[in-house]
């Protein structure tokens, strides 16, 4: 394959890829607001509210992780170039959201049952968030290699 075969499936890729995520975002955003906008009056218990509120607060947050997902294919689909400083920072925004996502329940949580009595909530966000680091020093070295096969051009 050659080079512009490459950076047009990059491209096409990238480009379908933000479009599956922007609905992504859009549907878990819409489940997120609808949950948090809920009508909590007629449930008396207030686990299930906490419970509710939880849920709503980890669809909102996924929800912004998938818009800046989106924004990473955006610039990859516009330049064909993944490994941008942009992108860098981006990921590394995404891995806090995902810390954010995996502290986030047990706080909502242990305000209720108590702090002692809780377990790690979010090990799954923990796990992804990990990846997202390790994935954006992955982009920071492609950056590297990319900035010096430049010069040698």
């Known amino acids: 394959m050659s080079r512009s075969n490459v950076e047009a499936k990059i491209k096409e890729s990238s480009l379908a890829i933000m479009i599956i995520s922007l609905i992504g975002a859009a549907l878990t955003a819409c489940a997120g607001f609808y949950q948090l906008l809920s009508d909590t009056e007629r449930i008396s218990d207030d686990y299930v509210k906490k419970m509710m509120l939880k849920t709503a607060l980890s669809n909102i947050i996924c929800s912004v992780i998938l818009i800046i997902a989106a924004a990473i294919f955006y610039r990859i689909a516009k330049n064909a170039r993944p490994f941008t400083n942009g992108n860098i920072t981006a990921i ?16 909502i949580v242990g305000m209720y049952l108590g702090f002692a009595k809780i377990s790690i909530i979010g090990s799954g966000s923990i796990f992804n968030a990990a990846l997202c680091f390790f994935f954006g020093e992955i982009l920071r070295y492609g950056n590297l290699l990319q900035t010096e096969s430049d010069e040698t051009l």
């Open 92 to 107: 590394r925004i995404i891995a806090l959201l995902f810390l954010i996502n995996a502290v986030l329940p047990s706080i």
